[in-house]
């Protein structure tokens, strides 16, 4: 058990909608990271927060949007839905910030996001 | 970005053999995790190395930060059929927070 949730477990779209899938940290964690794992993929660094600030970013286009919030928790969202959208989505916390590694991320268990 | 080579991709083995599986990168790291990740679930961290050379224990998990801090090695011993699953190392460098994940490596393991 590591004490980070996500919601909703699945979620099925259309292409060209729109989606927001929520995490909930550990309690103290000031950072969190979204990952995207396609099937058979190990996950991709989509972009990590820091104390409600975006604190880097991988290779996603500007569709992938977040929000950290005071009380632990956050949001990914994503416009303009495409097929390729299609993954395993998880968030991961930690206490991070340094930026100087010795870090630990703990996942949750996975939105699954399906777009037809 | 940066990837990391995991090999091997997949092994079979009997129940009760040991395991090897180790994670290269072309970039220095700081930290380097390994996790266990069941079908449609998230990954579940085993062990956490910080410092080149370590040599951490987590039961029958083993795992080492290689010296070059470029690599990443992890053993499990007297395998059991709960260990199956895919395991994943992830690397940590000195700039920015974000972690790079390694390709993956399947384990089944034959009662």
């Given at each position: 058990e590591t004490g980070?949730?996500?919601?909703?477990?699945?979620?099925?779209?259309?292409?060209?909608?729109?989606?927001?899938?929520?995490?909930?940290?550990?309690s103290g964690h000031n950072t969190v990271s979204w990952y995207?794992?396609?099937l058979g993929q190990g996950p991709q660094f989509i972009f990590q927060y820091y104390r409600e600030e975006e604190n880097g970013r991988?290779?996603?286009?500007?569709?992938?949007?977040?929000?950290?919030?005071?009380?632990?928790?956050?949001?990914?969202?994503?416009?303009?839905?495409?097929?390729?959208?299609?993954?395993?989505?998880?968030?991961?916390?930690?206490?991070?910030?340094?930026?100087?590694?010795?870090?630990?991320?703990?996942?949750?268990p996975g939105t699954r996001l399906t777009v037809l | 970005g940066q990837q990391l080579n995991q090999s091997p991709q997949s092994m079979f083995i009997q129940?009760?053999?040991?395991?090897?599986?180790?994670?290269?990168s072309s970039s220095?790291?700081?930290?380097?995790?390994?996790?266990?990740?069941d079908p449609g679930e998230g990954p579940v961290l085993l062990i956490a190395l910080y410092k080149a050379g370590e040599l951490t224990s987590n039961g029958r998990l083993t795992a080492q930060f290689g010296i070059t801090r470029k690599d990443s090695f992890l053993n499990i011993s007297a395998s059991i059929p709960s260990d199956v699953g895919i395991y994943f190392?992830?690397?940590?460098?000195?700039?920015?927070?974000?972690?790079?994940?390694?390709?993956?490596?399947?384990?089944?393991?034959?009662p």
């Amino acid at each position: 058990e590591t004490g980070v949730t996500q919601s909703p477990t699945h979620l099925i779209k259309t292409r060209g909608q729109q989606v927001t899938l929520r995490c909930s940290s550990q309690s103290g964690h000031n950072t969190v990271s979204w990952y995207q794992q396609a099937l058979g993929q190990g996950p991709q660094f989509i972009f990590q927060y820091y104390r409600e600030e975006e604190n880097g970013r991988g290779n996603f286009p500007p569709r992938f949007s977040g929000l950290q919030f005071p009380n632990y928790s956050s949001e990914l969202n994503v416009n303009a839905l495409e097929l390729d959208d299609s993954a395993l989505y998880l968030c991961a916390s930690s206490l991070g910030g340094g930026g100087a590694g010795g870090d630990t991320q703990y996942f949750g268990p996975g939105t699954r996001l399906t777009v037809l | 970005g940066q990837q990391l080579n995991q090999s091997p991709q997949s092994m079979f083995i009997q129940e009760g053999e040991d395991v090897s599986m180790n994670c290269t990168s072309s970039s220095i790291f700081n930290t380097w995790l390994w996790y266990k990740q069941d079908p449609g679930e998230g990954p579940v961290l085993l062990i956490a190395l910080y410092k080149a050379g370590e040599l951490t224990s987590n039961g029958r998990l083993t795992a080492q930060f290689g010296i070059t801090r470029k690599d990443s090695f992890l053993n499990i011993s007297a395998s059991i059929p709960s260990d199956v699953g895919i395991y994943f190392c992830a690397g940590q460098g000195n700039t920015g927070n974000q972690f790079y994940f390694g390709t993956g490596t399947s384990l089944t393991v034959i009662p």
